[in-house]
């Protein structure tokens, strides 16, 4: 019999609910978020000999029990956060514990045979790190140039930079040779600002530089899609984890959130937008489709094509973001296993 273990994870403990095939709550178990606690959970789950581990995918307070199992050879599928809430609603127990979840997050397994594995994280590991820090960086220079936006207001009212231009070094000093006609506090606040931004701008450019590397020695080929750039084909592989764990490119796409959701009856088949799936390479993908609008003329082609058969440009949209999908999941396929032609076809 197979049994599924549900994984509500926390920063200090583990709630885990093992579930039969029909999703029969069988036993449950709570250990403290450490080693020697991922040992007791695997202990206590070495009675089924046919089993498999379902946790939610919040990395970083799973990541350690996840790598924990990986180790000792179990099987771990990712749930997605949104999909365990589902499942957690459409149950009849009301309420929220970790129970609950822990159960949600079981039946949510056996319900969708289709979810990746986990695997024991690498190189795509670093580069998420990377880019997650770097987002942190823009999100911080951006709240600092909205603080100098104001300062610049008080000071200097008629002086109102571009858009987008507060993070070159010329707009930077055209604002520092105005300040210095100024005194007090809000013009002291307001040179700090710029030379915060300076800082930020330099140490962003700078790890967007190491990402640019780290993504050539992964998958070197990904940026040669049109429309790809490095910081966008570094988050559609930081987010995959391992291009090897999904099944098959549907599976990918279902991950991705491109794959069209039946909505249709009778003579008239209708497909509406999927909300599912992991909304970050989902948003990768749609900045690829929306540059390839732009510039490249298949994809102009295919969404022109699309439109005169009667469907409207959001769907059209829709088409050339699940055939994107596929031209993504084939080239990192083909960067982990090198080839002498590995040139993807772009829509």
């Known amino acids: 019999m197979m049994v599924v273990f549900g994984v509500d994870a926390h920063k200090r403990s583990h709630t885990v609910v093992a579930v039969d095939q029909a999703g029969v709550e069988l036993d449950r178990l709570t250990v403290p978020a450490t080693a020697a606690g991922h040992l007791r959970a695997v202990a206590w789950a070495g009675s089924f000999p046919d089993r498999r581990w379902g946790i939610e995918d919040c990395r970083h307070v799973s990541s350690r029990f996840e790598a924990d199992l990986l180790a000792v050879g179990e099987t771990v599928v990712r749930v997605p956060p949104r999909l ?7 149950g009849r127990q009301p309420g929220k514990s970790d129970p609950i979840d822990a159960l949600a997050v079981a039946r949510a397994v056996l319900s969708n045979p289709d979810l990746p594995y986990a695997s024991l994280e690498g190189p795509t590991r670093e580069l998420k790190l990377l880019l997650d820090y770097r987002e942190s960086l823009i999100r911080e220079r951006t709240a600092a140039q909205n603080r100098l936006r104001w300062r610049l207001h008080e000071l200097e009212p008629g002086f109102d930079p571009p858009k987008g231009s507060l993070d070159r070094y010329r707009t930077l000093n055209q604002i520092d040779q105005l300040l210095e006609h100024h005194q007090g506090t809000v013009a002291d606040l307001a040179r700090r600002e710029t030379n915060r ?8 450019n700078q790890f967007q530089n190491d990402i640019t590397a780290l993504l050539g020695t992964i998958s070197p080929t990904l940026t040669t899609i049109p429309g790809c750039g490095p910081l966008t084909g570094a988050r559609l592989l930081a987010e995959a984890a391992d291009i090897s764990r999904f099944r098959n490119r549907d599976a990918y796409a279902m991950f991705a959130g491109t794959a069209p959701i039946p909505v249709w009856t009778s003579n008239q088949q209708r497909f509406r937008l999927n909300r599912g799936g992991n909304r970050q390479t989902n948003a990768a993908i749609h900045r690829i489709a929306i540059t390839q609008l732009r510039i490249h003329p298949p994809a102009q082609q295919l969404v022109a094509r699309h439109t005169t058969q009667g469907k409207t440009k959001k769907e059209a949209l829709r088409n050339l973001k699940r055939r994107l999908t596929n031209i993504v ?19």
Do not use: V
């Not at 365990?84 to 459409?90: D, F, G, I, N, W």
């Open 84 to 90: 365990m809430a589902q499942t957690r609603k459409s």
């Open 197 to 204: 931004i300076r800082q930020i701008t330099k140490e962003a």
């Open 329 to 347: 999941y084939r080239t990192m396929t083909q960067d982990q296993q090198p080839q002498t032609n590995t040139q993807p076809q772009a829509a």
